[in-house]
Structure formats: C-alpha cells, structure tokens
C-alpha cells in the first residue's frame, strides 16, 4: 500500500458523458500527479499540481481538467467522453524532489 | 520536452539468467532517473532510481547504471525469479523544485521462463 488512495476502483458510463476521479496524495506529500495508461500503452503525463497551483501540464486534452483542494486532494474531471478515454488513471504524490508513490488506479470503461 | 525511447519492448529470460532493459533520454538537464515495476493491472511500484551524480546504484539483484554523457541508463536484474515477471518502466525527470514531471518509456514486458 503506497499510501495514495483513488475512487473509484472501476467506473463504467456511456459515450458522451462526464466523470470525476478522486485521488487523496500521502500525508504531507504536496504534490499530485495525473497518469493515462491505455492497454499496453505506458503511462502519459496528463497533469502535475502542487499546494494547490497547477505546476506542470502534459498531453491533457481540453476536454479533462483538474484541480487540488486545500486539504491536498485532487480530483481529474473528464467530459464529453469518448471510447478511446477508455483506461487506467492513476494518481501518484511526492514530497519535493523525491520518488513518485501510485495510488491503485481508477479503471475507466466507456461504452 | 524529454523524451525516453526503451528497448526491448519484450523480453524472455530462462529463469536465473540476467536481464537487461536499456532507455535513452533526450533532454540532459534530466537529473533523476526511476525504474518502475507494473504487475498486471497493479500500480506501478518503483524498484530503483539514480540520480546524475552517481554511475551505478545496486540493491540485491536489481542495478541501474548511467552514461550521463551517452545519456542513456540500463537496468539490469540478475539471477532471474518468476516473480520477476512484469512489465518494466524507465522515466526521467528534471528535478526541479515543484515542477517534477515524470516522462516514462514505453515500458519492457519481461517473461522469465521457469
């Protein structure tokens, strides 16, 4: 257990729709970080937030957003979904200028 | 940005023979170089990281080593178990207070043969 926690585990919902995924970082970890992993695909940056400020973006696309709330949770917004959103979001946390924990991932289905 | 190419994407071992995985990097203010190890739909766990000051970090069966100058890094891991069977990532990262993406390799599906 690395200490970061997401919810859900598994979320299936229709084309077209919108979801949220939560992630709770380590205690006293600042840092959280939004991965992508399609189906034996790695794993693509999508967004890094720090005490609350986005601090990093990668290949997010318009349609996600995410922010970090002042008790350090994060939550990653996905809209207008489509098939190929299909996949593995995990959630990682640090303490500045350490390894990155991974929380369990949250597997997203859309049909 | 940085990019990270890994070689190879597969890879078969006899069991307790030696792997290896290899990873280039392009960007050489990247400073801080982890390997993960993802079991089939687990987390990534990370198994060993080096930083640029260093040339190679042993811990049991597992070693990183770093050519800052080739800018490439290996994993090696030797005397193979089953339970080694996973798929491995590299990643590089400029650590940068703050402002730490990580940019990972396409990963190393490794199968080791009992």
């Known amino acids: 257990d690395s200490g970061v926690t997401q919810t859900p585990k598994h979320l299936i919902t229709a084309t077209g729709q919108r979801v949220t995924l939560r992630c709770s970082p380590r205690s006293g970890d600042l840092s959280v970080y939004w991965y992508q992993q399609s189906l034996d695909q790695g794993l693509q940056f999508l967004i890094q937030?720090?005490?609350?400020?986005?601090?990093a973006k990668g290949n997010i696309l318009e349609r996600f957003s995410a922010q970090q709330f002042p008790d350090l949770h994060s939550e990653l917004n996905l809209s207008s979904l489509e098939l190929g959103d299909s996949a593995l979001y995990f959630c990682?946390?640090?303490?500045?200028?350490?390894?990155?924990?991974f929380g369990p991932g949250t597997r997203l289905t859309v049909l | 940005g940085e990019n990270v190419e890994q070689h190879p994407s597969t890879l078969s071992v006899q069991e307790g023979d030696s792997a290896v995985i290899k990873c280039t990097y392009s960007?050489?203010?990247?400073?801080?170089f982890p390997w993960y190890k993802q079991e089939l739909g687990k987390r990534p766990q990370l198994i060993i990281d080096?930083?640029?000051?260093?040339g190679e970090k042993k811990d049991q069966r597992i070693a990183v080593t770093l050519n800052k100058t080739a800018k490439h890094f290996s994993l090696h891991i030797t005397e193979t178990q089953p339970e080694d069977s996973a798929v491995y990532f590299c990643a590089a990262r400029i650590l940068n207070f703050g402002n730490e993406k990580l940019t990972f390799g396409t990963g190393t599906r490794l199968t080791i043969i009992p």
């Open positions: 990682a946390s640090s303490p500045p200028g350490n390894e990155q924990f």
């Open positions: 937030y720090y005490n609350g400020e986005e601090r």
């Open positions: 080096i930083r640029s000051n260093v």
């Open positions: 960007d050489s203010a990247s400073n801080y």
